[in-house]
């Protein structure tokens, strides 16, 4: 039981490998932009995590300011940490689709510019975290940094959209083959437990070092 | 009637260390209470706590029978930060003070009796460290608490002003306003007090409740003041 | 309710008081900011279409650099001597001291902008086709979306260490959207309102400041109290 996050997260591995397998491989070559599209099949599971840890955040936020319990600054900063992770992968994939599908490795398109934007918010309180040596402090004042950047990203979204509102629309398993949206669903998955096993790891660490900080 | 001052296992902790823990003790109303002990002891640390300017870590204050931030308007603190502006005059500064504290008139006043009147419109910037104590001093009496938490009342004063800080204790304690006093100028206050506490590395160590809230002037001098004061 | 209305308005009393006290340091913010449109000429290569197109991006972008130094002042004199306490032991309500702030350098940053636009006219050659007063909305709206969030994270910053570099890292990727919008709109009021989005990007800095004041309001006094 102590360990169950290393099944999960094993668990995410192989079904990450079955699904990009079966997208790379299996999977009809998209009409458009040929292979080039297969990236999609790890990109938008990541799309789908970065913003869940964000979220997740934004939740541990939430409580900490609720209930002050550590649990809920436990999981602010693993999910901060995952979520960066996962959010600099998100941008690269972005920039390597973008590369042979616009012609360039950055677009200002609406999600992109959105991801980067949310990236650099959540850097931002990771820095105030490393500033601020009161651990009460320090989670209080990440925790609101946390709320007013989650709430932000609608207005990020919406503001790059209107912007520039000359890209595809939203691949969501309604606009694609059903022989394609199994391996997204099976990769949305894998990388959700992968990021589980992150967090999960995580939050053992940020306990820990609590644990440290607060003892005498 | 609760008592003016009460505290159970108040502690505050700072970054890596606890500045004070298992606080707990009750001063009755009325009463002016001496506290002693060595530099980073954690007297300013008590008396911060006791006027909700630090949010206690564990334990709870209680001012008066409610929570210690409810009673702000009864509280006044001086600490060794003073709270002024020194873009603004000294005047000015009172001024907003009693604007935002709700407090009309008696700024003359009081700082005609901190001796601050010919220089209150200067700018606090030009203030001399003992001038910058007497307005804090002003500020505290313009709003009239009965709950004084005084920290280190006595440093940066001359000999002039340390006469003051003695009247206005003699003051404070004959409105009725219960006092605690945190100072290395044992054997000045003393005579003043009804009771002592000692503070030795972030605990309480001398305060049984009797002590406080029945002492005498007479239980104050049995407290040995540390490394002999004047 | 009413108190708290009392005490908000006794709190921008003060600010604006002291920003009279200190209105120097004002002016620096707005020379600086003068100097950074000058500075953007530089970068734009003297060539003058590309620099009446891009007046309103400089505008905005020069505002919230100064935005940076204006912030960190305003809280530099409340925690220099721990001010910030004794108002909250007076006691003022957290919200007030918020709102009071807030107001405050939102009137900095509102100055300064309204000085930078005829700057912007000279330089750029930028003229205001719609009309001053449709700009000076504009920066009243997009000042008013930089002070609330720069409030906030300037109390934050302010007690932490490294302040000075905390502040803009916490502060930039917040004011994106309303940097967007108010370039947008700004430029809508530059070159002519074609498409009549001036009105769209007026409410997206409408719904964050709502959004933004409201937040700040209520989180205020979890960052302040110790």
Redesign the interface.
């Known amino acids: 039981m102590r360990r169950w996050e290393i099944w999960v997260g094993l668990l995410g591995l192989g079904m990450l490998v079955f699904g990009s397998y079966y997208g790379l491989v299996l999977a009809p070559r998209e009409q458009y932009m040929g292979d080039v599209q297969r990236i999609m099949y790890v990109h938008v599971p990541t799309a789908w995590n970065t913003l869940l840890c964000f979220t997740a955040s934004f939740v541990g936020a939430v409580g900490w300011?609720w209930t002050r319990s550590w649990k809920w600054d436990h999981l602010i900063e693993s999910t901060i940490i995952t979520g960066l992770v996962t959010g600099s992968l998100l941008a690269v994939q972005g920039a390597i689709w973008a590369k042979p599908t616009w012609g360039v490795w950055w677009t200002w398109d609406p999600r992109l510019t959105s991801v980067a934007?949310?990236v650099?918010?959540f850097?931002?309180?990771l820095?105030?975290r490393s500033?601020?040596?009161d651990p009460i402090?320090r989670a209080?004042?990440s925790?609101?940094?946390a709320?007013?950047?989650w709430?932000?990203i609608p207005?990020?979204y919406?503001?790059?959209r209107?912007?520039a509102s000359l890209h595809q629309t939203q691949s969501t398993p309604k606009t694609v083959d059903p022989a394609m949206v199994f391996p997204l669903r099976v990769n949305a998955f894998a990388v959700l437990f992968i990021v589980i096993f992150f967090v999960a790891t995580g939050w053992r660490i940020a306990r820990e070092l609590r644990k440290r900080e607060l003892a005498e | 009637m609760p008592p003016a001052i009460a505290t159970t296992e108040v502690g505050r902790r700072f970054a890596g260390r606890w500045a004070l823990r298992g606080a707990s003790f009750e001063v009755a109303a009325g009463q002016t209470v001496l506290v002693q002990g060595p530099n980073g002891a954690g007297k300013t640390t008590l008396l911060?706590v006791l006027?909700?300017?630090?949010?206690p870590t564990v334990g709870a204050v209680l001012l008066h029978g409610q929570s210690a931030i409810s009673q702000?308007?009864r509280?006044g603190?001086l600490?060794h930060?003073?709270?002024?502006?020194?873009?603004?005059s000294g005047v000015?500064n009172l001024l907003?003070?009693a604007?935002?504290?709700r407090v009309t008139g008696g700024v003359d006043v009081v700082l005609e009796r901190v001796g601050l009147s010919s220089r209150a419109g200067d700018l606090v910037r030009t203030y001399s460290a003992g001038m910058r104590k007497r307005l804090a001093f002003a500020?505290l009496l313009l709003?009239a608490p009965d709950l004084v938490f005084l920290d280190e009342p006595y440093a940066a004063l001359d000999t002039e002003g340390q006469l003051l800080v003695d009247a206005l204790l003699a003051e404070l304690r004959a409105g009725g306003a219960t006092v605690m006093v945190s100072t290395h100028q044992v054997a000045r206050v003393a005579p003043r007090c009804d009771a002592a506490l000692v503070v030795e590395n972030g605990r309480v160590t001398s305060a049984a409740p009797p002590a406080v809230t029945v002492g005498g002037n007479e239980r104050v001098s049995r407290i040995p003041a540390p490394g002999g004061a004047p | 309710m009413n108190e708290a209305l009392r005490?908000c308005a006794?709190?921008i009393?003060?600010e604006l008081?002291?920003l009279w006290?200190?209105r120097a340091r004002v002016a620096g913010t707005a020379a600086f900011a003068l100097a950074t449109l000058l500075l953007f000429s530089f970068a734009g290569g003297m060539n003058a279409d590309l620099l009446r197109h891009n007046a309103a991006g400089y505008l905005w972008v020069g505002l919230l650099l100064a935005s940076t130094l204006s912030l960190g002042e305003s809280f530099r004199?409340e925690t220099?001597?721990?001010?910030l306490?004794?108002?909250?032991?007076?006691?003022?309500r957290p919200a007030a001291i918020f709102v009071g702030k807030a107001v405050g350098n939102l009137v900095v940053l509102l100055l300064v902008g309204l000085l930078m636009i005829p700057l912007c006219v000279v330089l750029f050659d930028a003229a205001p086709r719609e009309g001053v007063g449709k700009l000076a909305l504009t920066v009243l709206l997009g000042t008013a979306s930089i002070s609330a969030?720069g409030t906030?994270?300037a109390a934050?910053?302010s007690?932490?260490?490294?302040r000075d570099?905390?502040l803009p890292?916490?502060l930039?990727?917040?004011v994106?959207?309303?940097v967007?919008?108010a370039v947008?709109a700004s430029r809508a009021c530059f070159t002519g309102d074609a498409m009549g989005?001036l009105s769209?990007?007026l409410a997206?800095l409408v719904?964050?400041c709502v959004?933004?004041w409201s937040?700040g309001a209520l989180?205020f006094e979890?960052?302040v109290?110790?």
């Open positions: 300011l934007v949310m650099l918010s850097l931002g309180i820095a105030l500033f601020v040596d402090k209080t004042w925790a609101t940094a709320v007013l950047a709430v932000n207005f990020v919406l503001c790059v209107w912007m | 911060r006027a909700s300017a630090l949010e702000r308007a509280v603190l600490s930060a003073d709270g002024h502006y020194d873009d603004l000015d907003v003070a604007r935002l504290g500020r709003k | 005490e006794a709190m009393g003060k008081s002291h006290r200190a004199v220099e001597h721990n001010a306490e004794m108002l909250l032991l007076l006691p003022v969030p906030m994270h934050l910053a007690r932490a260490r490294g570099l905390l890292l916490l930039f990727p917040l994106v959207p309303c967007i919008a947008q989005e769209s990007w997206v719904g964050f959004v933004h937040l989180l979890r960052v109290e110790d």
